[in-house]
């Protein structure tokens, strides 16, 4: 169900402009990259149709990127040679990534580790830290608890239009016509203790909240994300 739901994903007429190739990064990316050793090899960890990854060539930097759809793959090959970047893309899933141990300098993975069980994100976070190189760096974000969306989400919980196979973690079962729709995913959310613990076999370099408030009616409210940049320890 995950790869068919992302091949209608990244097949749609109707991708949003912030998920195109060429779209702006995400801001922690564009200060994230600052940190990164010039010329380094960076892994994008569901890298979708190559947002990150083009922006991360077109600066130098050599780029590969794995994504569960094909066609995401695909569109991100096209892109990055149409711009003359040499990009390494494979299919795959994050639990088990398609590369040797201590292959690259970075990784990120934006709006992506999140869409597992809890079990899978550290799964995941365990790989990227087996493929990084001692003291390689790595960017992520997972949504927070504190955003609308989340209460929003235990609201659907409790009037039987969602499933929480576990704390914190959402999935809607129910048939969907809307190709763009994820809620077919899981959707994990973490507080600063959940975010710190999925991190446990990293370094944390740096760690913080991304809630801007925004108004709703009836008041105000916050959306946004954790975001850490750590490292593998040198150590290992």
Known sequence: MTE??????????????RCRPLAAPNDSVVEWVLTIPDGGLVLDVG???????VYLGERGFRVAG??????????SQEVCSERQ???????????????????????????????????????????????LKPGGLFLVDIPSKDRLEYQQRRSQVAAGQLTEPEPDT????????????????PHHYCDEADMRDLLCSFEI??????????VVTGGSNKRGNWIASVRRPLAD
């Not at 068919?4 to 402009?17: D, F």
């Not at 994504?67 to 793959?73: K, L």
């Open 4 to 17: 068919v739901g992302w091949e209608l994903i990244w097949r749609s007429k109707a991708i949003p402009p």
């Open 47 to 53: 890298c979708g149709i190559g947002q990150h990854c």
């Open 66 to 75: 794995m994504d569960i759809s094909p066609t995401a793959i695909k569109i």
């Open 85 to 131: 970047i040499v990009f390494d893309g494979r299919v795959g899933d994050m639990t088990s990534l398609p590369w040797a141990d201590m292959t690259f300098d970075a990784a990120l993975s934006i709006s992506t580790m999140n869409h597992h069980l809890r079990a899978d994100i550290l799964r995941s976070m365990n790989e990227v830290r087996r493929v």
């Open 170 to 185: 959402f999935v809607d079962v129910r048939p969907n016509l809307d190709d763009m729709d994820d809620d077919f995913l």
């Open 205 to 214: 370099v740096k760690m913080w909240t991304d809630l801007p408030e925004f």
